[in-house]
């Protein structure tokens, strides 16, 4: 089970670097649009410098013809780093050019997806990534869970090496469900993860220890300087 942090914010990497275990950084241009406009292949080596080489960083394309997507790759892993996964929205020429890069053996993450199909076909093409997005297939009415379920059932069943990277989340709820259908990773926003340890009982038991070990050995005291 892999998480990462879909995100460009260097502070929020930071510390959630810090304090899990990450297996990567995801970004897309709209991400990236929160940052303002940054110097953007610099901020980019920031992240890795942050999250190292044993994490995946992933970058998206942002033109629409096959060429212009083909050069923004290429722009991508010499401006930043060869081990970046290129992330190639999954369309009719998406495909194509996943294909291409994948005869370069580059990794790629095929993104946008929506459907059974478009998974199916990503899977096919040797996309390393598939990024189905989780709350927009559910504001179109469509079973995430069941998109996720059958392209895993896909994956096992022609031995692929492709991994399911559950994204296009609003909720924690939204993170288990995608992973107990059969996601292998899922990427979310510091939001995410912030909410997953907000519930006051965590608090609240964290409190409770703390008093009855007071209680007991007193104030100040911990086990580190015991006795």
Same mark, same amino acid.
Not at 48 to 53: K, N, P, Q, V
Not at 63 to 80: H, N, P, V
């Given at each position: ?7 460009? *914010? $260097?502070?929020?990497?930071? !510390? ?6 990450? #297996? ?5 241009p ?7 406009k /940054? ?6 080596? +920031?992240?890795?410098?942050? /999250?190292?080489?044993?994490?995946? $960083?992933? &970058? @998206? ?5 096959? %060429? ?7 722009? /991508? ?5 060869? @081990?970046?996964?290129?992330? &190639? ?23 946008? /997806?929506?459907?059974?199909? @478009? ?18 297939? %559910? ?10 379920? @059958?392209?895993? %059932? %896909?994956?096992? !069943? ?12 609003? *909720? &924690?709820g +939204? ?8 996601? +292998? ?10 909410? #997953?340890? #907000?519930m006051?009982?965590?608090? +609240? #038991?964290?409190?409770?220890?703390? *008093? ?16």
């Amino acid at each position: 089970m892999e998480f990462l942090l879909d995100t460009a *914010n $260097l502070t929020e990497i930071t !510390r959630y670097n810090d304090s899990l275990l990450l #297996a990567g950084v995801t970004s897309n241009p709209s991400i990236i649009k929160k940052e303002g406009k /940054i110097d953007f292949f610099n901020h980019m080596k +920031q992240i890795r410098e942050i /999250i190292g080489f044993d994490k995946s $960083l992933h &970058v @998206q394309v942002v033109a629409k013809d096959y %060429e212009g997507m083909l050069k923004d790759a290429e722009t /991508i892993l010499a401006k930043i780093d060869d @081990q970046v996964y290129i992330k &190639v929205p999954t369309s009719e020429v998406g495909l194509k050019v996943m294909k291409e890069l994948k005869k370069r053996d580059i990794n790629v993450t095929a993104t946008a /997806i929506y459907t059974k199909m @478009q998974g199916y076909l990503a899977i096919a093409a040797g996309a390393d990534y598939l990024a189905p997005y989780f709350n927009r297939m %559910e504001n179109l009415s469509i079973d995430s869970s069941e998109v996720i379920y @059958q392209l895993a %059932e %896909e994956i096992t !069943r022609t031995k692929s090496a492709t991994k399911i990277l559950a994204a296009s989340f609003k *909720n &924690v709820g +939204q993170v288990t469900t995608a992973l107990e259908s059969g996601s +292998q990773a899922a990427t979310m926003g510091a939001d995410i993860l912030a909410a #997953a340890f #907000a519930m006051p009982s965590i608090e +609240q #038991a964290v409190t409770d220890f703390s *008093n009855d070990w007071e209680e007991t050995f007193g104030e100040d005291v911990t086990i580190y300087n015991l006795g």
